[in-house]
């Protein structure tokens, strides 16, 4: 069974001013799918149309952002959502927080600073499930918390009181009260340091394993995603160039892209330099024709000049965009 499926998306920015348009060709052709239980990555760059892409496909489209093609739905356990038609109304009712929620990297977004953490999660609540017994909703939010593993004291802090990591671990535990079907995790430890980044993604991966739920967790860091992720997709300028189980991904990268994210990881011990690729990620305004990646790939050939290529499967849950590479040829 699909959660989502994504099909040829394309969403773009569409700007005007004093009399000049722009696009932004962000998320350019996109087609993709979740599964329930997993926990999937998207990597990139900067700029390369990640948070375009979990902005679709959460239902944040707002202007100057623009859906030109493409499909994305949802399977709920038998409830379809076509995110690209859903009224307004029953996402808010029906869907965030029950059946998708987000954590993004500021925590202090979703907490109000001025309140105690406790009114954040009565808001949520009673908005969500329309819980008007006080008793019954404390039980069940110190259920939650507690099987988080977080200290019950949490509820009565100001969001200020509380350490960036802890911030961070509330958010999560916000973002999972209902047990929604996904949770996509927006640069979820990118503002924290090793230690208290490491107790944040454990606590991912044990809600994780404890729900069944599947997780989109979308990072830079690629050793987040080799400790964290089942499989992954990395995208390069608004495109998909590789997608496969994250162990393939790093022990047998196929994309030049991958490659190059792969080979330029440090590795303990070893002393070897690592080299830079050359040129700079294009611009989505004005991106390169064919294969975007061209302009700095080692093996371009003639027709990454001019040929888009196609994302072939080449073998089991292993797709590339890449004219190097046939369908079924690995
Ligand atoms: Fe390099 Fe060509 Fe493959 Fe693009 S299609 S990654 S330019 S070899």
């Not at 996402?91 to 954040?120: A, E, F, H």
């Not at 208290?196 to 394993?209: E, F, N, S, Y």
Request: hydrophobic share 40%; glycine share 6%; net charge positive.
């Amino acid at each position: 069974m699909t959660l989502l499926s994504v099909r040829n998306l394309r969403a773009y920015y569409q700007t005007e001013a004093y009399g000049i348009s722009r696009t932004v060709q962000a998320v350019d052709g996109i087609s993709f799918d979740l599964f329930p239980n997993e926990i999937y990555g998207v990597a990139g760059e900067s700029s390369c149309g990640k948070t375009t892409l979990i902005k679709v496909i959460s239902g944040n489209i707002k202007h100057p952002l623009k859906v030109l093609e493409g499909s994305v739905i949802y399977n709920f356990n038998g409830y379809q959502v076509d995110m690209l038609q859903i009224s307004e109304d029953e996402l808010r009712r029906n869907v965030r927080w029950k059946q998708i929620s987000y954590v993004m990297q500021g925590s202090m977004s979703v907490l109000n600073p001025v309140r105690k953490v406790i009114k954040t999660f009565e808001d949520i609540v009673r908005t969500h499930e329309g819980i008007t017994d006080k008793k019954k909703f404390l039980e069940q939010t110190r259920a939650h918390i507690n099987r988080l593993g977080l200290p019950t004291d949490v509820l009565n802090a100001y969001p200020h009181q509380l350490s960036g990591g802890m911030r961070q671990r509330v958010a999560i535990a916000l973002a999972t009260v209902f047990q929604p079907a996904l949770i996509i995790a927006d640069e979820p430890t990118t503002a924290l340091d090793v230690v208290v980044q490491r107790g944040v993604l454990h606590m991912i991966k044990d809600i994780q394993a404890m729900s069944k739920n599947t997780v989109l967790l979308v990072t830079h860091d690629m050793a987040v995603h080799a400790n964290v992720t089942d499989r992954m997709m990395i995208m390069y300028a608004g495109r998909i160039a590789e997608e496969a189980p994250t162990e393939s991904i790093f022990n047998a990268p196929l994309h030049p892209y991958t490659q190059h994210l792969i080979n330029s990881l440090p590795m303990i011990g070893e002393k070897t330099t690592r080299t830079s690729l050359g040129g700079s990620p294009p611009n989505l305004a004005n991106p390169p024709g064919g294969c975007r990646f061209h302009p700095r790939c080692p093996h371009v050939m003639d027709e990454c000049r001019t040929v888009v290529p196609d994302l072939v499967t080449v073998k089991e849950r292993h797709r590339v965009a890449c004219h190097l590479f046939k369908e079924d040829s690995v």
